[in-house]
């Protein structure tokens, strides 16, 4: 097996996606760097620093299957430099490019220094990992909107400590996980700007080795690229790489809470809903029965992996004078872990939404299972509208504590009080009693998520 499970042949699949995987594959780490050796040559050339002719040869010779993979891993190793043997090798096909004028090989990364391909190669792969994150967001968040219409009035207790607390629908709890995917989308679009920056300063960040055109380079390099042109170099601050950890470490984090979720309620005490299931699925070597959410369970380890990489991007943070090399040979390692493991969060997260068997009946089997406990607020408030609101706390917690340690129905426990029985009578308690009267605005915020710039009017909400 690989060293790390993401490359895992068996095992791959479970961690992340292929085309995930695909943007931190080794050649296209190698044709960015050299599409940003393009970029910048071609802009040099434009303003006049180099010849036109020199950076029609690099980017004649910038191609990943050009570069002889086994020559650079044995130069990297000789070198201990990660560049250097890939301009060698540039400059070499350059320098056996018919067309291309002696000497243009000497014109490969002019002006720029390690860091600044290495940093930007980053960026380009952030960018497209983007696109990947933002897509599958998108479409997580149309299965659950279709699961928030379809069950927006689907009653099922509502949990607190673990424990049945109020009754409010299932709609309500996935459009919950609706509109935190939808901040997701929004922090994902609002940190583009300060996080797809390009990286070109030379050695000390100051352009000092082009004295002339350093900034207009920069720029028209940046357009290049498609990234947008720092206003200073940004060397040792890596906030921005911060940042966008930050947010994939929040949508990772939703797939875990929407897959525990899902674990919880598949209990087989439970069994409100179910992760899909076929008939090759296996749930156990051993227990023939066993339907265990291992899709779920798989979610919820690839959150916490990511809060582990992510972790790293903040050490980052702190960096030493104008270059810290220690950060960068942690960002090969934890941008694509990051990367990889939020995808693959994203993609079973799809796979479970899609096909979600939701129990509508045991839903409501459970809600009653307490035999009206659960509605106990509803009856507190209406018989705090004669004694108070404290005072009825009181009352129904001995009525409800009487109702659970005996076994008897809460609604006999109510109707045997003499003090409830004074202010209520046994219509307006079996009214109380009914769960579909007490999910609040459950039902009107859940239209509110799915149209957002719907407004709903109180007056004509059912409390």
């Known amino acids: 097996m690989p060293a790390h499970i993401i490359d895992s042949a068996i095992f791959r699949e479970q961690y992340g996606t292929p085309e995930m995987r695909a943007?931190?594959?080794e050649r296209a780490l190698i044709q960015r760097w050299m599409d940003i050796e393009v970029a910048l040559a071609r802009a040099e050339a434009e303003l006049g620093v180099i010849p036109q002719s020199a950076a029609d040869a690099i980017g004649r010779a910038a191609r990943a299957e050009h570069i002889d993979l086994d020559a650079l891993r044995a130069g990297v190793a000789q070198t201990g430099h990660p560049i250097v043997p890939l301009i060698r090798a540039l400059q070499s096909l350059c320098d056996h490019d018919p067309a291309a004028p002696a000497g243009s090989g000497e014109f490969v990364h002019f002006g720029a220094t390690t860091q600044d391909i290495v940093d930007t190669a980053v960026v380009l792969q952030l960018k497209q990992a983007?696109?990947?994150i933002k897509a599958d967001l998108i479409t997580l968040s149309n299965y659950l909107r279709a699961l928030s219409e379809a069950h927006k009035d689907t009653l099922m207790a509502g949990r607190t400590h673990g424990q049945q607390a109020l009754p409010i629908t299932f709609g309500y709890k996935t459009a919950v996980w609706v509109a935190e995917l939808d901040r997701h989308f929004?922090?994902?679009?609002?940190?583009?700007?300060?996080?797809?920056i390009g990286q070109f300063g030379g050695a000390s960040g100051t352009?000092?080795?082009?004295?002339?055109?350093g900034l207009r380079i920069r720029a028209r390099m940046m357009e290049l690229l498609g990234l947008r042109d720092p206003i200073i170099t940004w060397h040792t601050a890596h906030d921005g790489f911060a940042e966008f950890a930050n947010v994939l470490v929040l949508i990772a984090g939703t797939c875990g809470k929407i897959a525990r979720e899902i674990i919880n309620l598949q209990r087989s005490e439970i069994w409100e809903v179910e992760e899909p299931h076929d008939g090759d699925k296996i749930?156990?070597?051993?227990?023939?029965?066993?339907?265990?959410?291992?899709?779920?369970?798989?979610?919820?380890a690839l959150a916490r992996l990511a809060f582990s990489a992510a972790r790293n991007a903040f050490d980052g943070l702190i960096q030493d004078h104008e270059r810290d090399?220690?950060?960068?040979?942690?960002?090969?390692?934890w941008v694509p872990?990051?990367?990889?493991?939020t995808a693959g969060a994203l993609a079973h997260t799809n796979h479970v939404m899609r096909d979600l068997r939701v129990y509508p009946d045991r839903m409501r089997k459970n809600a009653d299972s307490l035999g009206g406990l659960m509605l106990s607020e509803a009856v507190m408030f209406e018989l705090a509208k004669h004694v108070g609101k404290q005072t009825a706390h009181e009352l129904l917690h001995g009525c409800s504590m009487l109702a659970m340690d005996t076994g008897i129905p809460f609604r006999a426990a109510l109707l045997h009080n003499v003090e409830v029985m004074q202010h209520l009578n046994e219509a307006t308690i079996d009214r109380l009693l009914s769960p579909t009267e007490y999910t609040g605005f459950a039902h009107e915020m859940v239209v509110r998520v799915l149209k957002p710039d719907m407004s709903v009017s109180d007056s004509n909400a059912t409390p």
């Open 325 to 333: 090399w220690t950060v960068n040979q942690m960002e090969w390692a």
């Open 283 to 300: 749930g156990s070597s051993t227990m023939p029965h066993k339907r265990n959410p291992m899709v779920c369970e798989a979610i919820v």
């Open 186 to 196: 929004d922090r994902l679009k609002d940190c583009e700007p300060r996080v797809f």
């Open 130 to 132: 983007g696109t990947f």
């Open 207 to 213: 352009l000092a080795s082009l004295p002339v055109h």
């Open 23 to 25: 943007v931190f594959e």
């Open 337 to 341: 872990e990051l990367c990889v493991y």
